[in-house]
């Protein structure tokens, strides 16, 4: 099931068993919160003992001083004050912990993902699922659990009283308990269904604003800010329909069971009042079973509110165990390189399809990149470039053919060791919300020499140094404060520093100014013969001075050959040359 699909409207156990294993480790902070509500929960017989206890001998002058009155309530309260405050601070220790291993849970499943799984999924949802559902999943269910402590143990204790005082009236009052059940079970089957609409609804609001946010520069240059309100209102109109029914499913519980409880508690006050007149019993007991017996009624109803919410974490929960069972990038290799590869890079009648797709993205490709050499590969979009790009780098398998890396299957090797063979440079910039020097050396040690180099290298050293804070200047969220230019030298910079032995260029230099682009083209050429470099370009005057050029054509290769051998064949790679000719 993918991760971005609809959420089962029916709670099972297993998702309770599964939120379970995150407060497993904090277990005996849970426990002793257990145990700090019991000790609030085995004061509540002690009210209507105390009241029964006054009703019947309090009202005499020498029963008990009257300052025991005030001295005995308030001590009562004390010490259930105390035990509150611990049970409270105890179970807020637990629960901030889970809600951190939940969340690390969550980014982990989501860092091993499969390509595939990242192209229908949303990154709105993806936020909305690691970083607000785990706080509201443990929250809504650490709730139902302090109001089971708070009044789910008073209420047994109650119960235990109850059948203490009078185990006949005791047990004619659960007589009711089935037809409550019933009731309480048509409302759960609403407020689920319920449920998970409005989960769904509220995901895709989340998306609204994500595409709002990312898109900003589009809306403002169509003058679509009128359209996208309406659409947005659109939606959050669905999400406050769906919320309303949420809570008027919801809002029925307590007023069901009240009016079920009320049939049984009207009933068993009349008998209570029939034997305690038959009995000649006196207002004592009778004032000690009907406070116990009311008491219980109003814990019981703080019970019947405790579907909703229960309901409403398990739909939630069962969109981010969706996201946790996702389908995992495949890694079936078990070797690792011991040393930097030396670059050599073969396709052997490579056959690839997408899911869905009609025609092949490659088909019986077969060619190589040399070592320490620079290949380019050209074509018209849809060539076949970026797919593989994406073989290379083991975001997929070839569905035929293989690939290899200075003669080893790449399928052998762990994903993790072939990519530290590679630095690439998309055309799809993606810089992080931190420093200039935490964006080049990126998940790797820091050297500050290294750094100066890559960044000199990348032409980007002059603009740094008239930074407010130099290289620890904040680029912000994906480089929002840097031009598309800065942008690009910035990731050109962050692949320099990784110093990896293949290195990939998927139109690097796209958005350089011209004076920005021979810069970096005559760094790339300094480590020509030491790295491997695979360059994609449109723009062919890019590539003039590569070793070979691979013309690509609907998955296949068309022709191969250096700048000058392809011009004078006279082919594809000439009619292109002299079509941007023509274009200039």
Known sequence: MSADARPDSSPTPSVARRLRQFVYPHRWGAVLTVLAYIGVAATEPLIPKLVGYAFGDGFTADAFPLWMVPVVLIGLYVIRGVFGFLGQYLFNWTLTRTVVDFRAALVSALLRLDAQVYTRMQPGTAVSKVVNDPQQIIHLVANVGLSVLRDGLPALAMIGFLFYLNWQLTLLSLIVTPLMALVMKKVNQRMRTMSTRAYDSQLLLVNRVDDMTRAWRVVRQFGAAAHERERFAEVSQTVRRNDLKTAAAGALAQPLSQFVASIGL???????????????????????????LMLLTSRLRHLSDLAAPLTRAFVIAKGCFELMDATKEADAGTHELAAPAQGELVMEDVGLTYPGASQPALNGLSLAFAAGRTTALVGASGAGKSSIIHLLLGFGRPDAGRITLDGTDIETLTRLSLRRQFAVVSQDIVLFDDSVANNIAYAQPRDDARLEQALRAAHLWDFVQTLPEGVETNVGANGSKLSGGQRQRL??????????????????TSALDTESERAVQQ??????????LIVIAH????????????VMGAGKLVETGTHAELLARDGAYAAMVRAQAGES
């Open 539 to 550: 723009r062919l005057s890019t590539i003039r001075d590569a070793d070979a050029i691979h």
């Open 523 to 532: 760094a790339l050429a300094a480590w020509s013969g030491r790295k491997t």
């Open 491 to 508: 990731a050109i910079a962050r692949a320099l520093y990784k110093d990896a032995p293949v290195w990939i260029f998927d139109e690097a």
């Open 266 to 292: 009207s009933f068993i006050i009349c008998v209570a009042l029939w034997q305690a007149r038959a009995d000649n019993t006196g207002v004592k007991a009778f004032a000690e079973f009907v406070t116990a």
